[in-house]
Every structure is written in structure tokens, then in C-alpha cells.
């Protein structure tokens, strides 16, 4: 096969080397790509939302399957725009129709989903501008933290978790006002669930479903989860709660009637569904009365594409061939298709710019990744800066605020750890920050 995935992340470096692997693929382009995606595939200077150029590439090269990575294509139609094209309408697309990106597209939307289907989710509320006293009003039947998402696409950076009364009030205004632009226009504000997360991933053709590795990703910039929300520090999989009663628990409750909500609903669905998960904390009255504690899966939100950094652990524990398992997608034959998973665990830990995830340079020299043993680099901010003087070849060099993610297997946890960790210390850039309390929760 022929692919094309698009993107330009960590992410996608890790789903290229994880394609690059199969004996399926006879070629692998991605556009646009980054500095490691090239060491995998061939990187073609399109942009992914740009389905004209994509048209054209396709047709030139002969692709047999179009692979999405980030939302941003998907929410803006690219499945529905090769459906009802003539010339491209025989090129699978692994992800959802634009009906379906609406899953991660529109917070409400996904809010109403998980409601209509009886999918555990927190106690919410939407409004807009022209309901801001109603929503301060709800905003006074919740007990803190008190939980603001923008309705629409930001970047991971949409949710704010607020501590006061009045520091949620001030929050909801100014998301309403146009903090994150037209995608707070309108706000969701829901109950705080108390718990640890996870993220489960799921591929499905529209009517069986596969469950790929689990993991657990960190968000905050400061260690022990404190600081901004990042697009993602690191992650860990497996994760030690997701049991396998707890998984049929999620699958049962969560992904079964996702999957069936879906259909039901009349909308196409072909590729990953992200499973933003807690292990949420319940109090109830146990035998003779006593109040008691239980811990049960709910639903913080859906996304319409794999996670990120999650994928650069999920992807090294995926052991069956994802070629094969995007094939049974697009043809309606996952269910036939085999799904194992690597034993050992894997760990991810993001090197970011200095000043990230608020302003930061780019374009500083990066070393020591020659130095690097024991671990599996995965590109997300990086590119090639033309040769310096009195040099012959180009220099890598940062290019975004998560430069790379640094993954290692393990025979647990703390293993696969140390390795990312003594080799995140051997790569050298200007104002590099990583997290060094990744998986110290678990």
C-alpha cells in the first residue's frame, strides 16, 4: 500500500515508524512531517488542511490510503471531502466524517452524545453570551474546583480547572469575552470529578471495535501537576488501575454503547476513538448504612484521532501489525483482524522549549541525540536548519514547544523510566525543561 499520513507531531512520528514497520506498506509519505518523520518516510510540503494540494499529491503518486493524525482535517471534512469526490472516493481515510469530528469538535455535542447513550459522564451545563447570569447562577450549585471548557477546538489548552468561586465567575467571562476566540463562544461548565485519569484508545470500522494499549498522559507544565496545561508531558502505559475488571467496566458501559451511539445516530465512523477517562471517586452508602467509596470510569471527553503523547507509548506496546488493523477498518473487516500487545511497559517523557506552553524561540541547535541508547526519539517540534558556517551539513533544531518525546520500554514502569530520564539528560538545547515526576503518581 501506498500511504499518506498527515501531520507533523509526535504523534505521527510514531504512527510513521509504527506503518514503516509493516510489510504492508510499499511506501510511506507524510505531510507535512517533521525532522524524524523523514528517517521513516518521505515528508511532502503540503499542509493538512490544504485538500486540494492532498487531491492532487494523491492522484500524482498513486495513494492507496490516506492516514489522519491531528483533529484539525478531520473536523474541517477531509473524510467527507475524498467520500464525495469521483476520483478519490476508493482512498480510504482512517478517521471520521466530519459528522463524527464533531465528537471532539463540540464539547456540547459530546456532552448531549454521552447523555442521549447513558455513557457516565460529569453533571454539565452549557451557555453562551447571552445566558452569562444563568451560568453564573449554575456556577453556584457546584462545589469547587469548578471546571470550564470552551465548546470548541484550542489546542488541548480549552479547560480551565478553578479553585474559587469567584475565580471561576472572573474565568467564565472572559471565555465568554473571547479568550480562545469563536471557540469559547460558548462555554461548558461541569461538575469537578475527583480521581486519577486515563486515555483508551479504540480503532473501529463503524461496527466492531478494536482496544489498543491504555495509558496515562500528564498535562501540566510543573511537576506534581501543577503550572499551565501543556499539550502533554509524558505518558505511561500500562496503567496499574486499568485492571482488567475495570476495563470491562469501560468497555460495557463506554465504548460499547459509543460504538452502538454511533451508528444509531447515522454517523460514519472509520478510525480512532479517544477515551479521555477518570477512575472518578464515588460516595455511597455501604452494608448497614456506612458511607463508603467506590471508584467507577467516566467520561471527560472524547478527541477523533490518537493522543498525544499517548501514542508515543501506545504505539511501541502495539505489537499486531497497524497497517493490517487500518486495512480491517477500511474495509469493514476489524473484527476478523488480531490485536496483542507487547507486556513490557513503555514511557514517554516530552523535552520542551524553554517557555512553553507561553512564548518561546525556536531554532536552537540540538545535540547528544548520538548519545542516545536504550530509547526510541520521537520528533515533534524539530527541523533542519541549513548548514552554519564553516559546517557542510544542516543543524536539527528546535521548532516548536514540545521538541521531543524520548521513549523507552521496560520490564515496569520504573525501568523503562530511568531510561528516559538518564537519556533525556545526554540531549542538549537551549532552555530545555522536562517534567521529572512523570509516572510518580501510579
Known sequence: MRILLLGSGGREHALAWKIAQSPKCEKLYIAPGNAGTKEVGENINI???DFDDIKDFCL???VTMVV?????PLVNGIY???????????????????KGAVLEG??????????RHGIPTARYQTFDGEHLQEGLDFLETLEPPYVLKADGLCAGKGVLILPTLEEAKKEFKEMLGGMFGKASSRVVIEEFLDGIECSVFVLTDGNSYKILP?????KRIGEGDTGLNTGGMGSVSPVPFATKDWMKK????IIRPTVEGLKEEGIDYKGFIFFGLINARNKGQGAGGKEQETREPKVIEYNVRMGDPETETVMLRLKSDLVDLFEGVATGTLAERKVEFDERAAVCVMLVSGGYPGSYEKGFHITGIEDVWGSTLFHAGTA????????????LVTNGGRVLAVSSYGKDKEEALEKSFANAKLIKFQGKNFRRDIGADL
Not at 467527507?80 to 466524517?97: C, H, R
Open 47 to 49: 499542509k493538512v488542511n
Open 60 to 62: 500524482e503518486k498513486g
Open 68 to 72: 489522519v493524525g491531528p483533529e484539525d
Open 80 to 98: 467527507d471531502f475524498f467520500k464525495d469526490d469521483a476520483q478519490l472516493k476508493d482512498i480510504p481515510v482512517i478517521g471520521p466524517s466530519k
Open 106 to 115: 463540540s464539547k456540547d455535542f459530546a456532552k448531549g452524545f454521552m447523555q
Open 214 to 218: 491504555e495509558a496515562k498522559d500528564y
Open 250 to 253: 469501560v468497555e460495557e458501559r
Open 384 to 395: 533542519f536548519a541549513p548548514p552554519s558556517e564553516g559546517t557542510e551539513e544542516a543543524q
